[in-house]
């Protein structure tokens, strides 16, 4: 397909329909699903592939993963027929299409006169599929047969009819078997779904039209990408750490070692410096197309016109990874955390992208939070259980403050209604955590403090909560954001801390329960941030009056709740204005970023 006008027309139209049938397909599983996961927290996807297993169509905040890879592998396209339905979650035999077990992938394949076009596919976090805990992840798991069943790449539909046997083995391992067969029914009904608007725009367009826009797509996008890191990457090497508080196990640190190379027409991430893979759960299996979409996601997204796809594969040329380490672990290594590395890999691509670009690059954004309260009802004997993902603050960007609290791609909070009724808790606080972004001339975003209050007779606590002792990072002169707790009892005779990766905490009736999450990292010097900002961010609740003053040099005139000038310029001028590339707790630079700074 070449860019005529006609054809330019003819590919935003095949694009907007899919891009309509893929938010059709998202809506079904909305309305239709049981758990909490899905139904409230929209922890779902959907999206639109070519023959080859290419990503085409999907969300602006596209999940990395080749998925279909390893379904080809066992049933070559030849071997599959219409009405077919695969489905799988083990990150291991999918080697890393999925990243851990709750994670529940199913793709359709799509025919037209008997020749294989594309796939429709949908997956979900399920709810409870078996393991040693209820809702399956543990901070304290040590082998992934501890964190529920495991499916490798299997044809559980098969020309429209649905492997019973199969579904009720499945179905028979979770505490929740009513909630998982709605959920499961859901996305395989999303999969036919988008089968069904696939094959309406291949009958409006034809076959041939439809995968020529593909490829055209594909191509833009890796064009559009190619260009950005061509003008705003020089060659050379540019390497960074970031760093994971614990597995868990041990209270050891872990660490993600990127090296970015770029030189004879070739760009390679070379990661195989990153520390051995844990005995906790935070190992990742990563897929060679992790880092290459979170690097077309970021250097991208000033033009809303490029698609997020598998264009963005093909230009990074190698993902370097050494077996047996942190994201490239072996098998039965555990991975129900492995978001505490997948973000730390977002980071360190964006630590080294700022020495390549003088600091061009995003601070380091927080790891999301979860907290599993698990009790039992006496009465029943029926399983209660709570788990809700809170929101951290992301980090200052070149162009704009970081986001506040807000969860990983683009997902939701409980409505504190919803929680209350579903989960049998009281929330008796939701509120911002003030100061805790990092200073900067763009602010990093800020966590938020969640007071539950235990109303079960007792109940057991997991709690998984990062960049306690390695805060997110700030860049080009920004500060650090500040680290988040978790407190029981806050306030009282009775008060306590917990370690914030930890499992098995008893809580009793009555207790309270403080989740305080972590800022992200700020961006340029807060000196420079303009004073009627930082007043607007005070009178917002994101920063205090002290820390206007401490960080930022901004000096207020209480009587009229407005900034000073005079006194504010004077303060600035006697502040420090000399800044390393890097902030965590102290300032560092590039070399010096590849040791532990010292925790806070």
Same mark, same amino acid.
């Given at each position: 397909?070449?860019?005529t006008s006609?054809?330019?027309?003819?590919?935003?139209l095949?694009?907007?329909?899919?891009?309509a049938?893929?938010s059709e397909?998202?809506? @079904?599983?909305?309305?239709?699903?049981m758990?909490p996961?899905?139904?409230e927290k929209?922890d779902?996807f959907t999206?639109?592939?070519d023959?080859?297993g290419? @990503?085409?169509?999907s969300?602006?905040?596209t999940l990395?993963?080749?998925?279909?890879?390893?379904i080809l592998?066992?049933?070559?396209?030849?071997?599959m027929?219409?009405?077919?339905l695969?489905?799988y979650?083990?990150?291991?035999?999918?080697?890393g299409g999925?990243?851990?077990?709750?994670?529940m992938?199913?793709v359709m /394949?799509?025919?037209?006169?008997?020749?294989?076009?594309?796939f429709?596919?949908a997956?979900?976090?399920?709810?409870?599929?078996?393991?040693?805990v209820?809702?399956?992840i543990?901070p304290h798991?040590?082998s992934t047969?501890?964190?529920?069943?495991?499916?490798p790449?299997?044809r559980v539909?098969?020309e429209g009819v649905l492997n019973?046997?199969?579904?009720?083995i499945?179905?028979?391992?979770s505490?929740?078997?009513?909630?998982l067969?709605g959920?499961?029914?859901?996305?395989?009904?999303?999969?036919g779904?988008?089968?069904?608007?696939?094959e309406?725009?291949? %009958?409006?367009?034809?076959?041939?039209?439809?995968?020529?826009?593909f490829?055209?797509?594909?191509n833009?996008?890796?064009?559009?990408?190619?260009r950005e890191?061509? %003008?705003?990457?020089?060659?050379?090497?540019?390497?960074f750490?970031?760093?994971?508080?614990c597995?868990a196990?041990?209270?050891d640190?872990?660490s993600?070692?990127?090296?970015?190379?770029?030189?004879?027409?070739?760009?390679?991430?070379?990661?195989?410096?990153?520390?051995?893979?844990?005995s906790?759960?935070?190992?990742?299996?990563?897929?060679?197309?992790?880092?290459k979409?979170?690097t077309g996601?970021?250097?991208?997204?000033?033009?809303?016109n490029i698609?997020?796809?598998?264009?963005?594969?093909r230009?990074?040329?190698q993902?370097?990874?050494r077996?047996g380490?942190?994201?490239? /672990?072996v098998? /039965?290594?555990?991975?129900?955390?492995?978001?505490? %590395?997948?973000?730390?890999?977002?980071n360190?691509i964006?630590?080294?992208?700022a020495?390549?670009?003088?600091?061009?690059a995003?601070a380091?954004?927080?790891?999301?939070?979860?907290?599993?309260?698990?009790?039992?009802?006496?009465k029943?004997?029926?399983?209660?259980?709570?788990?809700?993902?809170?929101?951290?603050?992301f980090g200052?960007?070149?162009?704009a403050?970081? @986001?506040d609290a807000?969860?990983y791609?683009?997902?939701?909070?409980y409505?504190i209604?919803f929680?209350?009724m579903?989960?049998?808790?009281?929330?008796?606080?939701?509120?911002?955590?003030r100061?805790s972004g990092?200073?900067?001339?763009h602010?990093?975003?800020c966590?938020?403090?969640r007071?539950v209050?235990?109303?079960?007779?007792?109940?057991?606590?997991?709690?998984?909560?990062?960049?306690c002792?390695? /805060?997110?990072?700030?860049?080009n002169?920004?500060?650090?954001?500040?680290a988040?707790?978790?407190?029981v009892?806050p306030?009282s005779?009775?008060?306590?801390e @917990?370690?914030?990766?930890?499992?098995?905490?008893p809580l009793k009736?009555?207790?309270?329960?403080?989740?305080?999450?972590?800022?992200?990292?700020?961006?340029?010097?807060?000196?420079?941030?303009?004073a009627?900002?930082?007043?607007?961010?005070?009178l917002?609740?994101?920063?205090s009056?002290?820390?206007?003053a401490?960080d930022?040099?901004v000096?207020l005139?209480?009587?009229?709740?407005?900034?000073d000038?005079?006194? %504010?310029?004077?303060?600035r001028?006697?502040l420090?204005s000399?800044r390393?590339?890097?902030?965590?707790?102290e300032?560092?630079?590039?070399?010096?970023g590849?040791?532990?700074p010292?925790?806070?």
């Amino acid at each position: 397909m070449t860019n005529t006008s006609n054809q330019t027309v003819t590919l935003e139209l095949i694009n907007g329909a899919l891009q309509a049938a893929r938010s059709e397909m998202e809506a @079904l599983i909305d309305r239709t699903s049981m758990s909490p996961f899905i139904r409230e927290k929209k922890d779902y996807f959907t999206a639109f592939l070519d023959k080859n297993g290419n @990503l085409v169509v999907s969300t602006s905040l596209t999940l990395a993963g080749n998925l279909v890879d390893a379904i080809l592998d066992d049933y070559p396209a030849d071997t599959m027929r219409d009405g077919d339905l695969f489905w799988y979650n083990d990150p291991y035999a999918s080697r890393g299409g999925v990243s851990h077990l709750p994670d529940m992938v199913f793709v359709m /394949p799509v025919f037209a006169d008997g020749r294989l076009i594309a796939f429709a596919e949908a997956w979900g976090h399920l709810w409870d599929i078996g393991g040693m805990v209820p809702g399956s992840i543990s901070p304290h798991a040590i082998s992934t047969f501890q964190e529920g069943i495991m499916i490798p790449p299997v044809r559980v539909m098969r020309e429209g009819v649905l492997n019973e046997e199969v579904f009720r083995i499945f179905t028979r391992n979770s505490r929740f078997p009513e909630m998982l067969k709605g959920d499961l029914k859901a996305i395989m009904a999303a999969c036919g779904l988008g089968k069904r608007r696939m094959e309406e725009v291949i %009958t409006r367009f034809g076959a041939d039209t439809v995968e020529d826009a593909f490829a055209f797509m594909l191509n833009q996008s890796a064009d559009a990408l190619r260009r950005e890191f061509d %003008t705003r990457v020089p060659d050379g090497e540019y390497s960074f750490r970031d760093f994971i508080d614990c597995d868990a196990v041990s209270d050891d640190p872990f660490s993600v070692h990127l090296t970015i190379r770029k030189g004879d027409g070739r760009i390679v991430y070379d990661f195989s410096k990153s520390e051995d893979q844990a005995s906790g759960p935070i190992n990742f299996v990563m897929d060679d197309s992790v880092p290459k979409f979170m690097t077309g996601l970021y250097m991208t997204m000033h033009n809303p016109n490029i698609r997020m796809n598998s264009g963005f594969e093909r230009v990074i040329d190698q993902i370097v990874t050494r077996p047996g380490s942190i994201v490239d /672990p072996v098998f /039965p290594a555990p991975l129900g955390l492995r978001s505490h %590395t997948m973000i730390r890999v977002n980071n360190a691509i964006f630590g080294a992208l700022a020495q390549a670009t003088g600091g061009q690059a995003a601070a380091a954004s927080c790891v999301y939070v979860l907290y599993y309260l698990r009790s039992q009802n006496h009465k029943t004997g029926r399983i209660d259980l709570c788990i809700e993902g809170l929101a951290v603050g992301f980090g200052g960007r070149p162009h704009a403050d970081g @986001l506040d609290a807000v969860y990983y791609v683009a997902q939701k909070n409980y409505p504190i209604e919803f929680a209350e009724m579903e989960f049998g808790v009281r929330i008796e606080a939701f509120r911002v955590h003030r100061d805790s972004g990092g200073a900067g001339f763009h602010r990093g975003g800020c966590g938020i403090v969640r007071d539950v209050r235990v109303l079960a007779d007792e109940a057991d606590l997991g709690i998984r909560l990062d960049n306690c002792k390695y /805060p997110a990072f700030g860049t080009n002169g920004g500060l650090a954001g500040k680290a988040g707790r978790i407190i029981v009892n806050p306030d009282s005779n009775d008060a306590y801390e @917990l370690k914030s990766m930890s499992d098995g905490n008893p809580l009793k009736k009555g207790d309270l329960l403080r989740v305080i999450t972590s800022g992200g990292g700020g961006w340029g010097n807060p000196l420079s941030r303009p004073a009627e900002e930082v007043l607007d961010d005070i009178l917002d609740g994101f920063v205090s009056i002290e820390q206007a003053a401490a960080d930022y040099g901004v000096i207020l005139d209480a009587a009229e709740i407005a900034v000073d000038m005079k006194a %504010t310029r004077a303060w600035r001028a006697t502040l420090d204005s000399e800044r390393g590339m890097f902030n965590r707790a102290e300032f560092f630079g590039g070399a010096a970023g590849l040791t532990p700074p010292a925790a806070e």
